[in-house]
């Protein structure tokens, strides 16, 4: 019952970030107008704007004026949707589902964002800051602690990153890297090593393809590489933080 409902919310939250994936980087209400064709303007009525199956039923195409309507509305929603039903299976602790879900909704359209625009907006982070401590605060006070350190440490690390390497990373990315730790405590570290990993990885295929001169000039955004590292640290991040600890330090 409770993956359901998650399942549903999750939907629900995804069409709203689409909103806000679309909206936000223009520097538009996010309220107002209502949803409507970007095209043609026409309102989209309530029967068309159930997440994802809207999409389904109009073939992707806009009722109206018959634009494509990009697969990205339908791939948010059903993705916002999984992770919401796998935060709720993983965790199980009112602390732990909600800053799961909360950050689930923060890097998600942080991470589209990003790689339409190469930007991570301040309003995101400084959102997912101020929630992440009242979320904290509120719910596992003797938490917090671990959370602020690593929030901390996942920034100045990132910020380290970006001062001696300027063209790979952005102070977004140090903005996202410390939200990220506030709401994940230790296991941002696997969530950062993540990223790095999957960057660097991406990095040599561009460079294959492209050659090395060529492939070093290509701009690759590190957002969604973080919002990976971030998204599987929701549901493997302190099992491989034990991993480490039990088979390194012991």
């Known amino acids: 019952m409770e993956a359901t409902f998650a399942g ?11 909103v806000v994936v679309y909206r936000l980087p223009r520097h538009e209400s996010l309220v107002k107008p209502a949803s409507h064709c970007t095209k043609c303007g026409t309102p989209v009525k309530p029967y068309d704007n159930i997440p994802i199956l809207s999409w389904l039923l109009l073939r992707g195409h806009c009722r109206g004026c018959g634009v494509s309507i990009s697969a990205r509305y339908p791939l948010i929603e059903a993705l916002t949707a999984a992770l919401c039903v796998g935060a709720v299976l993983t965790h199980h602790s009112s602390a732990g589902i909600a800053l799961s879900v ?14 339409e625009h190469r930007i991570i907006p301040n309003r995101i982070t400084a959102l997912g800051a101020v929630l992440a401590l009242a979320l904290g605060l509120a719910l596992d006070p003797a938490g917090e602690p671990e959370r602020l350190i690593a929030g901390a440490a996942a920034g100045g ?7 001696a390497y300027p063209g790979g990373m952005g102070m977004g990315d140090v903005k996202l890297a410390g939200m990220m730790g506030l709401f994940l405590g230790a296991a941002v570290a696997p969530a950062l090593l993540i990223a790095l990993v999957s960057g660097v990885a991406l990095g040599v295929v561009v460079i294959a393809r492209k ?12 957002g969604p590489f973080l919002a990976l590292g971030a998204l599987l640290a929701v549901f493997v ?13 012991h």
């Open 157 to 163: 690390f990132l910020l380290l990153a970006a001062l």
């Open 102 to 115: 909360a950050l689930i909704l923060l890097v998600v359209p942080a991470a589209f964002i990003d790689l």
């Open 237 to 249: 991040g302190h099992q491989l933080v034990d991993v480490y600890v039990n088979h390194f330090l």
């Open 8 to 18: 549903v919310l999750g939907a629900i939250f995804g069409s709203f970030l689409n």
């Open 211 to 222: 050659g090395a001169q060529a492939g070093r000039k290509t701009a690759v955004p590190f």
